[in-house]
Each structure stands twice: as structure tokens, then as C-alpha cells.
């Protein structure tokens, strides 16, 4: 009854649209990776697991700021000598006021998920046990926040605590952007989330003390009366970094991989990893059909397997086609092929001239070079000219450069041609540079 009563009477509602209004503000107003990755936040649980605590890069000012803003209302309502009167514990009386506004904050975050997850079970069917810390850890540091944002607005009364909290809060987590402080807030760079990666687990357990210990710190600056309780109040939070700045110091990467999210899934000479398991049925035949196109050629492929390109990748052994589920043929983010003709165009071209990761960077003529002749031999797998999977206006000048090496490849005699395509697929599988050449 108390609680409801404070809800009515407090902003805490209002707290909690809002974290939901801006939260999906910057999920469909910003062109960022959340939109373009291979872990989309409405497709892939890990992906919505992780985006939202990525985007606490723009919230947890906010939630700071709107906990200090809470924190202020008694002294607003000059209430703050009378209630000191009353026989009740400080405790208890902060108790509805804090009891709102984190119901309010979960309530928020809990539409983020539903929104989400509805999306997601349309889509995925691999759930990362993982993401359960992932998720519980957002929790922790919404609760937190919370707690922390209305003890500075107990301990510093004042108008301007609210934006100098936040405006803090936003400056903290710039210029920590690029190094481990960052993880002392509940944001992370998300640049590196993937379907086959999750959070480190012994990131998620530091976090875990480290927001317990900023929540009973923020609990005791609430319910906090005199200077020496204020002090006492610091204790938790010192505990907290004593054991986790060690711990998050030595953290190299936030993300890491996750083995079952890589597991193969094989129906007979297709095989695709436990992340993409429902992408299968889609593949399938025309995975069949690029091994028919390419039976003619020297060693020839067998079996088509995703592949999850990591750092320092290179190309599987010539009997293998690798398949990149929501990736192009350079590996970066992509939308998922749906359309027969397109994967097995695709398929092709990954098994003539497959994506190899170098060490350093040929240039951007060398790509191109390296995409025409590409192209180039899927046309001659197919007997049909053109990009392997774009369409020809995508190109640009680049598909000028394709036309004139297909003129020049198609006057060549059949068995020449053939014998420029097996040298390709040669180099390709040795990752030699300037592929063209071997084709003009």
C-alpha cells in the first residue's frame, strides 16, 4: 500500500517511460552497429542481452541524474526537519521512495526486454545460458545507480546536483571510453559483440561486487543523518574496489568467445554453427547445388561449413567451402542470404576465392581487383555474368572494371579459362594478392 502510494505520488513512473522512451530512441534513431551486426538486438538474445548494456553509455547519466533528481524532493517539499520528528528509522522511511523508483527502472528495462525477446524467439534458436549474468548484471547496476543517484541528492540538496551528477557521469564514461574504467559503469564497447561471443565471466562477477557495493554505498547516503554515517556509508564501495579494480585492471577484452554458440550442426555435407541452426533449412539446397557447379574442378568440394571468421583467419582446406552466416565474403556485417540463387552464387565465390585475413591491408585497389575476379569466376561456375551477390548498381565504377574482365576472360578457350580458374582458387588458398592478374 505504501509502495503504491509513492508511486502515484512520486516521478518514479515518469522515470520509467522515460528510460524506455530513450531507450528505444537510441536503438531506432541512431545508425549504429546494433542495426548492422551479426548479433542484433532483436534477433540474436545475445545480442539482447548485450546492446542495452552497451547504450548505458548514453543511460546511466540519465539514471544518475534522475536518482539525484528524486533525491531532492524532501528538501523541495521542506519536509526534510519534520520527517527527522518522526519515531520511525530512516531507513524505513526511505524505503518507499527508493522501492519506487527502482520498480520503476526495472519496470523499464523488463518492456526493453520483452519488446526484444517477442522479436527474438521469431528468429533465434540458440539461448546462451550466459546471457542470464549479462542480463542480471544490468540489473545490479540499474539498482545501483539508482541508490547512488538519490544519495548525492540527500548528501548535496542542491538544484544543480541532478545535471552536475549526470554531466559527471557522461564525462566519466568519454573519457574512459577506450580503457578498463569503463567497466566500472554498466556500459561497454559493443563494437565487439557478435552471436559467438559473451561477456567474460569474470567480468560479470567483478561487476556484480563492484554495483553491490555503489548500491549499499548509495543506500546508506540515503537513510544517512549525520556526518559519521556518511562516512560509514563509503565503506562498501571501498570494499568493492579493493576487489575489483585488480581484477578489472587486467581485463584484455570485455567479450570472449562462446563455445556453444560454435558448435556444427550438420544435416549430411552441410554443416552450420548452433547460433545459426535455423538458418539450415534455408541453406541447404542451395549449398547442394554450388557442390554440383564445382564437382568438375581438382579436389573438389565436398561439404559446405559456416565458419566464424576470427583475427588471423584463413581459408579451410580446398575440399571445404566456407560459409559466413550473416557476413559477406570479406567477413563484415551483413543481412542474412534468403534467396536460393544469391547463396549459391555466394557459396561459389567463397570456394574459388575465399576470404583470407592478411597480415596488414593490400589497399583498396587490390580488393577491388581481388572482388572482380571473384565475381568473374562465380560466372563462369554459373554460366551467369555479374557481382556475386549485389546488384550491379551497387558497383559504381567497379562493375565497369568487371564487364571489361569478363569480355576479356569469356574470348579465352574453355579449357584456358578452366585452367585460369584452378590457379585462382590455388592462389586464393594460399593468400597471394593481386588476384586479377591471374585471370587476365
Known amino acids: 500500500m505504501i509502495l503504491r502510494t509513492e508511486l502515484r505520488r512520486s516521478a518514479a513512473p515518469v522515470v520509467g517511460v522515460g528510460f524506455v522512451v530513450v531507450t528505444f530512441a537510441l536503438i531506432y534513431g541512431l545508425s549504429g552497429p546494433w542495426h548492422k551486426g551479426t548479433a542484433p538486438w532483436n534477433e540474436q538474445w545475445t545480442g539482447l542481452a548485450q546492446w542495452p548494456r552497451s547504450l548505458m553509455m548514453f543511460l546511466w547519466p540519465l539514471v544518475l541524474g534522475a536518482g539525484a533528481w528524486q533525491g531532492l524532493r524532501d528538501k523541495r517539499s521542506h519536509v526534510t526537519e519534520l520527517l527527522g520528528t518522526t519515531p520511525r528509522p530512516s531507513w524505513r522511511r526511505a524505503l518507499p521512495l527508493v522501492g519506487a523508483m527502482l520498480l520503476a527502472m526495472f519496470a523499464g528495462y523488463l518492456v526493453v526486454l520483452v519488446v526484444g525477446g517477442v522479436q527474438v524467439a521469431a528468429h533465434a534458436s540458440y539461448f546462451p545460458t550466459a546471457s542470464f549474468a549479462v542480463v542480471g548484471v544490468m540489473v545490479l547496476a540499474l539498482a545501483g545507480s539508482v541508490l547512488l543517484g538519490v544519495g548525492l541528492g540527500r548528501l548535496v540538496p542542491s538544484p544543480l546536483t541532478p545535471p552536475v551528477v549526470a554531466i559527471l557521469a557522461l564525462a566519466v564514461q568519454i573519457a574512459a571510453q577506450n580503457g578498463w574504467p569503463l567497466l566500472l559503469t554498466p556500459a561497454f564497447n559493443g563494437l565487439d559483440i557478435t552471436v559467438f561471443t559473451t561477456v567474460a565471466p569474470a567480468v560479470s562477477l567483478s561487476q556484480t561486487v563492484w554495483f553491490l557495493g ?28 579493493g576487489v575489483t579494480l585488480p581484477a578489472l585492471s587486467g581485463v584484455d577484452s570485455v567479450v570472449v568467445a562462446d563455445p556453444g554458440s560454435r558448435e556444427l550442426l550438420c544435416d549430411k555435407d552441410v554443416c552450420v554453427t548452433r547460433a545459426h541452426e535455423s538458418y539450415l533449412t534455408t541453406v541447404r539446397a542451395p549449398a547442394r547445388s554450388a557442390l554440383t557447379l564445382l564437382r568438375n574442378l581438382p579436389d573438389a568440394p565436398t561439404s559446405v561449413v559456416e ?83 549485389d546488384d550491379p548498381s551497387s558497383w559504381g565504377d567497379e562493375y565497369d572494371r568487371f564487364e571489361r574482365a569478363w569480355a576479356a576472360f569469356t574470348t579465352l578457350p574453355a579449357n584456358e579459362q578452366r585452367d585460369r580458374v584452378i590457379a585462382l582458387r590455388a592462389a586464393a588458398h594460399d593468400c597471394q594478392h593481386n588476384l586479377l592478374s591471374i585471370l587476365a
Open 214 to 241: 555503489i548500491g549499499a554505498t548509495g543506500f546508506g547516503l540515503v537513510v544517512a543523518v549525520r556526518a559519521r554515517h556518511r562516512l560509514v556509508a563509503l565503506l562498501p564501495v571501498a570494499v568493492a574496489a
Open 307 to 389: 565458419i566464424v571468421p576470427d583475427e588471423g583467419y584463413r581459408p579451410p582446406p580446398a575440399n571445404v567451402v566456407p560459409m559466413f552466416v550473416g557476413l559477406d565474403a570479406s567477413g563484415y556485417p551483413d543481412s542474412f542470404l534468403t534467396q536460393p540463387a544469391d547463396i549459391e552464387r555466394e557459396l561459389v565465390g567463397n570456394a574459388v576465392v575465399p576470404e583470407c585475413r592478411r597480415d596488414g591491408s593490400d589497399g583498396w585497389e587490390a580488393y577491388v581487383g581481388n572482388a572482380v575476379a571473384r565475381a568473374v569466376a562465380v560466372g563462369w561456375a554459373t554460366g551467369a555474368a555479374g557481382p556475386v551477390v
